[in-house]
């Protein structure tokens, strides 16, 4: 079982940065792919980044590319977020999550496992 504990989020101004950071206990995380998603309230939770356990390759929802980077420290057993440029349509609880089935790429909520409890990112503009 892995347990997974977001940090790093707080109120920034409009074309800010913040740094997300995942860290994962109970066993490795390092061959598994993580992700990223966020939650609006009224909104289903939507996918944000991923990144895959072999190779590191990632995957990023339109809406953040070329401004977010997701990460991994195998050695730290953690997932990042690098979160620059930010915009107030990005104010969302950001949660990290474990790929558990299906194959690299995929973005159904269902694919994933070892929610943690969320951190709340607030742009003001």
């Known amino acids: 079982q892995v347990q997974l504990v977001e940090s790093g989020g707080g109120l920034v101004q409009a074309g800010g940065s913040l740094r997300l950071s995942c860290a994962a206990s109970g066993r490795t995380i390092s061959t598994y792919s993580m992700a990223w998603f966020r939650r609006v309230p009224g909104k289903e939770r939507e996918f944000v980044a991923a990144?895959?356990?072999?190779?590191?390759?990632?995957s990023y929802a339109d809406s953040v590319k070329a401004r977010f980077t997701i990460s991994r420290d195998n050695a730290e057993n953690t997932l990042y977020l690098q979160m620059n440029s930010l915009k107030p349509d990005d104010t969302a609880v950001y949660y990290c999550?474990?790929?558990?089935?299906?194959?690299?790429?995929?973005?159904?909520?269902?694919?994933?496992?070892?929610w943690g409890q969320g951190t709340q990112v607030t742009v003001s503009s």
């Open positions: 999550a474990r790929q558990f089935q299906s194959t690299w790429g995929t973005r159904r909520l269902s694919d994933f496992d070892s």
């Open positions: 990144i895959s356990g072999r190779t590191s390759s990632t």
